[in-house]
């Protein structure tokens, strides 16, 4: 099932195909630091990336959409599973291999403050990975910053400046540009506009669709925001308690959401037109802990559909695409061929 959901997907391969991860941190307590208890962090995920496209992937802050994205790029170790990358089985490489292909894999992050360093200046800061990997000699190294600062909008006097001097939207281009210096091919970007002002957030997700189409990077987009994730992805997989609870083309996705999950989330992004009336698919409670995932289905204490079923069975991520368009989703509920 696995490997027919990637070449469903992408006939002509992916450039990251990841096979049933599971990142389980151990809980130890007491004077022995003795294992007590696990977080079932990310709990059997898989999905694909061909070049050139997005993977966006949605849920709430603690469904394991960030662990996700930083075991792709080798920060965590897997429990158990694969990180294909161009052929190459990321969770098997030790760490100095992991920091050779890390070259091609890049992350920009959710705080652009917190992710550089304040003591060095943006011109040190954006020819460091030309520094790390070896890359020109410092005129050369200095031409590609002062090509990189221009790509992403800012002028050459930023170089001898330092991060506190620049504005929340700027920082984050410093980060973009960073992220882009070795022109990798796959970026994840994780909440990449959230701690932005809206004003703010639809340059930044221009600019980052304006490089892809440059440079034909594959993004996996990580956020919150499924209305912010429809303008970026070809294709969204949504996450709950470390799962994924559906994935399918983001056009599709949107029209015809199958999980209950799903139609919430797509229920709650505010329309514009206030006359326009929304469908209403309420939740209950909070999301429960990933140290103690509900029975069956993890979503049943919250799903206005669940029944008896849902709290014994867990629910299998199937296709229940029509007309040859794949669409998974893990749900007893949903009727095969809806
Ligand atoms: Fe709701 Fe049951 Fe479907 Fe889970 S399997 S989403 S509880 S209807």
């Known amino acids: 099932m696995i490997e027919r959901r990637s070449e469903?997907?992408?006939k002509n391969g992916p450039l990251l195909d990841v096979r049933d991860l599971k990142i389980h941190f151990p809980i130890t307590g007491g004077v022995f630091r003795r294992r007590i208890g696990t977080v079932y962090a990310v709990d059997g995920v898989s999905l694909s990336v061909a070049p050139g496209e997005t993977l966006g992937i949605v849920g709430e802050s603690g469904c394991g959409k960030t662990t996700v994205g930083r075991s792709i790029l080798g920060l965590y170790q897997p429990s158990a599973g694969d990180i294909?990358?161009?052929?190459?089985?990321?969770?098997?490489?030790?760490?100095?291999?992991?920091?050779?292909?890390?070259?091609?894999?890049q992350m920009i992050f959710q705080d652009p403050y917190e992710s550089l360093d304040s003591r060095q200046t943006i011109g040190s800061i954006l020819e460091e990975p030309f520094v790390i990997h070896k890359i020109g000699t410092k005129a050369e190294r200095k031409d590609c910053v002062s090509m990189l600062l221009e790509r992403v909008g800012l002028s050459m006097d930023a170089v001898s400046k330092y991060p506190h001097e620049f504005s929340g939207g700027q920082r984050q281009r410093i980060g973009i540009a960073r992220a882009i210096a070795l022109r990798p091919e796959l970026v994840v970007?994780?909440?990449?506009?959230?701690?932005?002002?809206?004003?703010?957030?639809?340059?930044?997700?221009?600019?980052?669709?304006?490089?892809?189409?440059?440079?034909?990077?594959?993004y996996v987009f990580i956020t919150h925001d499924l209305s912010i994730v429809k303008h970026m992805s070809d294709f969204i997989a949504v996450m709950y308690l470390g799962k994924i609870v559906e994935y399918a083309h983001a056009e599709d996705l949107y029209k015809n959401p199958f999980h209950p999950y799903t139609k919430n989330l797509i229920a709650?992004?505010?329309?514009?037109?206030?006359?326009?009336?929304?469908e209403r698919y309420p939740l209950s409670g909070e999301a429960p802990s990933p140290i103690h995932p509900p029975s069956g289905c993890h979503f049943h204490p919250r799903c206005p559909a669940a029944v008896q079923k849902c709290m014994i069975d867990s629910p299998v991520l199937t296709d229940f695409g029509r007309n040859g368009d794949a669409h998974f989703a893990a749900c007893h509920r949903v009727l095969p061929g809806r």
């Open 268 to 278: 709650s992004i505010p329309k514009p037109d206030p006359f326009v009336e929304k």
């Open 189 to 218: 970007c994780d909440e990449p506009v959230s701690a932005l002002d809206v004003s703010i957030q639809s340059q930044i997700l221009n600019l980052l669709l304006d490089l892809q189409n440059e440079m034909n990077m594959s």
């Open 8 to 10: 469903i997907f992408h």
């Open 84 to 105: 294909w990358f161009k052929g190459v089985n990321v969770a098997e490489l030790s760490r100095k291999k992991i920091r050779t292909i890390r070259r091609n894999m």
